[in-house]
């Protein structure tokens, strides 16, 4: 079962432009929500993160809103840059729990100069 | 201050052989995850290890997989007698905390396996 969910496989945005990334989840009991930024041939590299009781989290360019209702998130980038360019994971965890991340399946982001 | 390091890069194996990927956490973390990208799909938990214990092995395979991850020296996993379905991207991550929120982990630039 696939708890965090990523449904959008690409996004193609000009530069300059916003970029909207999403995600859904199953699971009510999550307690924080990470974003991660990855390179080919590179390990994945943290961005921003929100915990479950807030609805916004805003670090310069990188925005995350978070719908508790809605189980869905989502990751704004205003303005995109062509170095935006990456596959984004969508991560959540159990602060609970022993701090295992579940992963969404991706979204690759492509930012046209 | 060197990162999270994983060797080697990539891995070839002929089925039926074993494959060893280690893992050196960031200086001053005592925890390690190790996580498995397969192709098109994102990351999967296999298994958290501190010093010397295993903390949660839910997600390793029952069989052929093995990890652990000694006083002394880097994280092993190990893969026995491989087959096709290994080939993956294998991803360490280490944290100073267990728990870690908010971004804690730093991941390394992963191990490449191939099964031939």
């Known amino acids: 079962d696939q708890q965090v969910k990523q449904n959008s496989p690409s996004l193609s945005v000009q530069e300059g432009r916003i970029s909207i990334l999403n995600c859904d989840y199953t699971?009510?009991?999550?307690?924080?929500f990470l974003w991660y930024k990855k390179y080919p041939a590179e390990g994945p590299t943290f961005l921003i993160s929100?915990?479950?009781?807030?609805d916004k989290n805003e670090d310069g360019r990188f925005t995350v809103f978070l719908n508790k209702s809605a189980k869905h998130l989502s990751l704004h980038i205003v303005p995109s840059q062509p170095g935006d360019s990456a596959v984004y994971f969508c991560?959540?965890?159990?602060?609970?729990?022993?701090?295992?991340?579940?992963f969404g399946q991706g979204t690759t982001l492509q930012v046209k100069p | 201050n060197a990162g999270v390091m994983q060797n080697p890069r990539h891995l070839v194996r002929r089925r039926g052989q074993e494959a060893r990927l280690r893992c050196s956490p960031m200086?001053?973390?005592?925890?390690v995850y190790w996580y498995r990208q397969l192709p098109e799909e994102g990351l999967k938990f296999m298994v958290y290890?501190?010093?010397?214990?295993?903390?949660?092995e839910s997600g390793m395979p029952k069989e052929r997989f093995s990890a652990e991850f000694p006083k002394e020296g880097p994280s092993i996993l190990r893969i026995q007698q491989v087959v096709r379905g290994d080939s993956a991207a294998y991803f360490c991550a280490s944290s100073p905390l267990d728990r870690p929120q908010g971004g804690g982990y730093t991941f390394g630039s992963g191990t490449r396996l191939t099964v031939v």
């Open positions: 699971n009510s009991m999550f307690d924080y």
């Open positions: 929100i915990s479950s009781i807030k």
């Open positions: 991560a959540a965890l159990f602060s609970s729990n022993t701090g295992k991340l579940i």
């Open positions: 290890l501190q010093k010397e214990n295993i903390i949660d």
């Open positions: 200086k001053g973390h005592s925890h």
